[in-house]
């Protein structure tokens, strides 16, 4: 009887803390949602194409860019990467864009910053965006040089 | 009380929040379709987060309560080790739906001990997906995809480290 009353205890006090951290992530979460809502409705896939074709020079910088504050399901980078491929557009920056589409979260950062601090958040994502760039090249690079 | 006492008494995550209404709010103005476009965007988005958002809030309520921080110092605290690396990288690659909900989580671990370079390796290693790996495949070739997923996991525990190191470095600069 004692250990339910303990369980009870526990799970109130730990129902309380709980509840307050969700009221708490809700304005921030939904903010971002919004944001992330309005980023897709103005940079849509077929857009980005375009924008590729035209700055091919800087391809996999861009593509980091672009793969950072795009926001969606990792299906979309795989797909919108095999059209650019389609185009001509470089594997470096195709692998580059899919990499940091799922690494890197410049949308998501006051969320991430709420709960992990802000120092960890902004430090974790600009390693993740280097990151996608050289995983991007040495990939590539692997793959060519060992004719995998 | 006073307007502007009420205005300061608003936490900074609601002025957040009325900013991006705001933002909605001229982009409806100038150009309803693509403010229309981001609202069923975002309800699509919504729809997507709020399931793994109750069943995060669920774990959380479960850990807060029964998970004793000496039992999370064990796993994945500063001397977890190997096992620490290991525990990171498989729940993360393992970790599915979108990555809001798992901040909070993250935040509830860290609070009770987790090493920041684990957490980092976790939400880096999120981007390996085991169920669309087949996908990846089919758009890159077998053999792009093993070495991609081979950096990741690699660049997963660099970048963990790293931005322990470095999050802890500006931290104390703020601080002293």
Known sequence: MEMISLIGKKLTVSARKTTRSFLNTVPVLVAVLLLSGLFNALTLPSGLVDVFERDASFGPLLASVVGSIAVGHPITSYVLGGELLAKGVGLVSVTALVVSWVTVGVVQLPVESAHLGRHFAIVRNLLAFISALAIAYLTVFTVVSFSL | ?176
């Open chain 2, 1 to 176: 009380m006073t307007g502007s006492a009420i205005l300061k008494r608003i936490p900074g995550r609601w002025w957040f929040f009325i900013a991006v209404v705001i933002l909605y709010g001229v982009v409806g103005l100038t150009d309803t379709e693509t403010a229309q476009l981001g609202l069923s965007s975002f309800l699509s988005l919504f729809g997507h987060v709020l399931p793994v958002l109750v069943v995060v809030h669920v774990l959380i309520l479960v850990f807060n309560a029964f998970v004793e921080p000496k039992w999370v110092a064990r796993y994945v605290g500063d001397a977890s080790g190997f096992k620490g690396w290991a525990v990171a990288l498989v729940s993360g690659v393992l970790s599915l739906g979108p990555i809001y909900p798992w901040y909070a989580l993250l935040g509830e671990l860290k609070e009770k001990g987790m090493r920041p370079s684990l957490i980092a390796a976790f939400l880096y290693v999120r981007a390996v997906k085991p169920p669309l790996l087949p996908l990846l495949v089919h758009y890159y070739g077998l053999a792009f995809t093993t070495v991609l997923v081979g950096y990741i996991l690699v660049f997963a525990i660099f970048n963990g480290l790293l931005t322990d190191w470095l999050a802890g470095r500006l931290k104390l600069k703020e601080g002293s």
